[in-house]
């Protein structure tokens, strides 16, 4: 079983800053892919940003410049720095891991997602 936990969300005014953790725990060979997807009201869930193991970053053009996406390998964790926040910013923020697991003896990817986090910027 993995467990995947977020925090560091909340209100924030136009052009401040936030900072999401997301935090990884459980039965897990490696984690390739840690990634922040946020979901805004009436909207579908979209990409905001993620990052490989090796350290390959990918950004929806909509943050490109303003928030940046690093991990902790070591402690199963990874960050999304959030600055020069725009009221169209405000969505859910949820964490996806994808993961190598082995429950049974043989080993396959697996995705997880976080409980989500809201992010609300006010103009």
């Known amino acids: 079983q993995v467990q995947v936990v977020e925090s560091g969300g909340g209100l924030v005014q136009f052009g401040g800053s936030l900072k999401l953790s997301c935090a990884a725990s459980g039965s897990m060979l490696s984690i390739n892919v840690m990634g922040w997807y946020r979901q805004a009201p009436g909207k579908q869930r979209e990409l905001v940003a993620e990052?490989?193991?090796?350290?390959?970053?990918d950004y929806a053009d909509s943050v490109k410049g303003r928030f940046t996406i690093s991990r902790d390998n070591a402690k199963n964790t990874a960050y999304l720095q959030m600055n020069s926040l725009k009221p169209e910013d405000t969505a859910v923020y949820y964490c996806k891991v994808i993961a190598s697991v082995s429950p049974h003896g043989v080993s396959y990817d697996a995705q997880y997602w976080g409980q989500g986090s809201q992010v609300t910027v006010s103009s």
């Open positions: 990052i490989t193991s090796g350290g390959k970053t």
